[in-house]
């Protein structure tokens, strides 16, 4: 089995379409497993018509939680909180809170605190308990491809970089009891901890760029990142045409460094209409863009067994 992550340095480059579109052309040659690991932003569901088999809360951390009955309301919760997540009965910005005793008790903003425990460990009656935050929801699904890991992060929910895990690891999993030919891995954009956990044990990194000033610099920056892991990569340019100067000397720069580039696929309407058809642009008869895909299908497979 070969793992190849598909990335970018930047979002809109097109890196879920490729994706969808080498889903498709792997399917077709051998058995392949899917997982979707931009769970800031999962979209490629949207394409690949996955029906749902399992969903699995994700927690991603844990929240303090205020027993009122016990609180004494001796403010010690207050004061030691960074983030000022601990309010008041008394807030305005909150309903009534009685407690047991009477008088002021204290409550957790769930959405303000970072989960931190220091309330729990000043706590000098043990009001205080930590409870797992569920931060989002990861599922199993199949598709006509094969089968897809995916996940939904909850707004303002952080952990992100553990649900790329758990989404990979269950990948994994699966692979290593079904034993097929390709795990195919699309992964976030930028370089941060999401990216880091989308690359482990990777056999390849497709990189997709456009030739832009904005998509050559974070390109850049990706590449470093997967270097830096020990990642072997190669390039592909989105949308080369708009751009053909630049196009011309990102391909240069790269074959001047040894960086293999797979393929230069041209801006193509079709792509759109295949998107809102919820088709990888490879079923598009005549599309030119699913034609350079397929070249770059063979690239890939040649620096895989190269």
């Not at 030691?80 to 409550?107: H, K, N, Q």
């Not at 792509?271 to 863009?289: E, F, I, Y």
Request: charged share 20%; with cysteine; net charge negative.
């Amino acid at each position: 089995m070969k793992q190849i992550v598909i990335l970018s340095g930047k979002g809109g480059t097109g890196k879920t379409t490729v994706a969808a579109a080498l889903a498709d052309l792997a399917a077709a040659e051998g058995s392949i497993i899917l997982a979707d690991a931009d769970v800031d932003a999962a979209n490629l569901e949207l394409v690949l018509s996955p029906t749902r088999l399992e969903a699995t809360p994700f927690s991603g951390g844990e929240t303090a939680v205020i027993d009122a009955s016990a609180c004494t309301a001796c403010d010690r919760c207050a004061e030691v909180c960074r983030f000022e997540a601990v309010r008041t009965s008394d807030d305005s910005s909150w309903p009534p809170l009685s407690r047991g005793g009477g008088g002021i008790a204290y409550r957790v903003d769930p959405l303000a605190c970072e989960g931190c425990a220091a309330c729990y460990y000043q706590c000098p009656v043990e009001a205080i308990r930590m409870v797992p935050a569920q931060a989002g929801e990861w599922y199993r699904s199949e598709t006509p491809y094969g089968p897809l890991f995916h996940a939904h992060l909850f707004a303002g929910q952080e952990n992100s970089g553990k649900l790329v895990t758990m989404v990979r690891q269950q990948a994994r999993l699966l692979a290593l009891e079904r034993e097929p030919d390709w795990l195919l891995v699309d992964g976030p954009p930028g370089i941060g901890c999401p990216v880091i956990a989308a690359c482990a044990g990777a056999d390849l990194a497709l990189l997709v760029t456009e030739p832009t000033l904005s998509g050559i610099h974070d390109l850049e920056r990706a590449l470093a990142t997967v270097q830096h892991f020990g990642v072997r990569a190669v390039i592909c340019v989105n949308k080369a045409d708009i751009n053909r100067r630049r196009a011309a000397e990102l391909v240069a720069d790269c074959r001047a460094r040894g960086i293999p580039v797979v393929g230069e696929i041209p801006f193509d309407l079709e792509v759109t209409r295949a998107m809102t058809q919820g088709l990888p642009v490879t079923r598009v008869a005549g599309s030119a863009a699913g034609a350079e895909v397929r070249r770059v299908w063979e690239k890939v497979k040649e620096a895989l067994s190269g």
